[in-house]
């Protein structure tokens, strides 16, 4: 689809409220001004620009491709990549101390580790900078006739206001309040999942001159089966560190005390205690609990014209793939292509929208769960490893036909969807040439010793013992 303004019959007379001014709800504002929308922008929180604290998960974010083409379709592509710290790579960290990198792709690949409070700031004043948007801000969506083109809110001072919209941008999360009103008028699919394990956010400050206490060009991973720990660097030499597990683990730490936490660390992070320090480390954890992670798939996201949800009110995901924040701001790209598509007819717009979109969205809240199991477990994995530069290998004898997984959810805008597809077809691919080239060299035996030119023991020493060994023509 192409990604302009298309000209002709825009219907940029009609007025619309983007509920929610998180991320997604920004950008969605952003986009739709610049087509020449007047937008009205409701948001539950305070100004966060004003906060010196601001609520919820600061889980850091992983900007790549999808969402750096968002934020270029609103100017501010170049604003949020100059103060992001590239990450080219995974650095491992082994329980012995030692780490060792695993590239994301190729050489001048790399995500981008990015503040989403500065993004959410950022993308709030571009918005605020347009005279076609006006945020209200303290407003908390309280109920909506979708008929009428009617929503209610109540402000700070708790007093209800009516406010009227030709049509309703639901962008406001994963408890999406938009949601929940739409899925009373509308016949919606819902399935909301929590998985068994939740994340605890630790700090690891910088040194005393104000350096990274490690280095700062890759994510880190400290891998463990059943549990992990990340961390990504900082604007000022911090790094955001976060621990996942399963909820039975947290509670039996934080019953043992602060004796039970450094036990922990020290058995399961070693390296990581004197980075973090232990009594920062102590503290925080005493004083935190892990928090929950849910995964959200519905359909259809539209109701006739007048309604569509966006982001994680559609499809939150677990953050495992660093896609949930760039799957959402994909989300306003491709809203913005179907209108130039359709000349910003909403009638088709939106039911268009929930088909092209849904797939891919439900596609990348699996992919979000899979990683998970190979952030924490099979990068401990031999053979995991040996895929890895077997795909690569294969990527770079043809590079148009074998992308590796990665690659094609990171650094392309494939859509997600058809990324599963590809990847079933080239492990088909990959897992039978690696089934016959383990065939070879017993094939070549059988050939041999069939010909006498081998004799049994010496066949069975191959093995490392005779007994039991029984070859095919026996």
Known sequence: MA????????????????????????????????????????????????????????????????????????????????????????????????????????????????????????????????PKVKIHFSHKLKKIHLEKGEAVFQDASNNEVVVSADVFFGCDGAYSAMRSQMMRTNHMNFNQTYIPHGYMELNMPPTEDGKHRMPTNHLHIWPRDEFMMIALPNQGGSFTVTLFMPFHNFDEVHAGGEKAVLEFFNTYFPDSVPLLGEEGLVD????????????????????KDKAVIMGDAAHAMVPFYGQGMNCGLEDCVVMSELMDMYNNDFSKVLPAYTVHRNPD???????????????????????????????????WLMPNSYVPLYTMVTFSRRRYHEVIKKKRRQDKF?????????????????????????????????????????????
Not at 99 to 117: C, E, M, W
Not at 367 to 394: C, G, P, Q, W
Request: glycine share 8%; with cysteine; net charge positive.
């Open 3 to 130: 990604n302009g303004y298309a000209g002709g019959d825009c219907r940029t007379n009609k007025r619309v409220a983007v509920v929610g001014g998180g991320l997604v709800g920004a950008l969605q504002a952003c986009s739709l001004a610049k087509r020449g929308f007047s937008v009205d922008l409701y948001e539950a929180r305070d100004d966060i620009r004003l906060l010196e604290h601001v609520p919820g998960r600061s889980i850091n974010l992983a900007l790549s491709v999808r969402g750096r083409a968002a934020l270029r379709m609103v100017d501010v592509e170049e604003e949020v990549v100059s103060t992001g710290i590239k990450m080219p790579s995974r650095l491992i960290h082994d329980l012995d101390g030692s780490t060792k990198a695993l590239p994301y792709g190729t050489s001048d690949q790399y995500i981008l580790s990015v503040d989403r409070r500065k993004l959410n700031e950022s993308l709030l004043t571009t918005a605020e900078a347009n």
């Open 361 to 395: 969205a439900e596609a990348m809240c699996d992919l979000a769960v899979y990683n998970y199991t190979e952030m924490r477990h099979l990068v401990n994995s031999r053979y995991f490893l040996f895929r890895k530069k077997v795909d690569n290998l294969l990527h």
């Open 284 to 303: 925080t954890f005493m004083k935190s609990k892990g928090l929950p992670m849910v995964s959200v798939k519905c359909n259809p996201y539209h109701y």
């Open 430 to 474: 990959v897992d039978g040439g690696l089934a016959v080239l383990a065939a070879m060299p017993l094939v070549a035996i059988a050939i041999a010793a069939r010909h006498h030119m081998l004799d049994y023991t010496k066949i069975a020493s191959l093995f490392g013992s005779i007994e039991g060994l029984r070859l095919p023509w026996e």
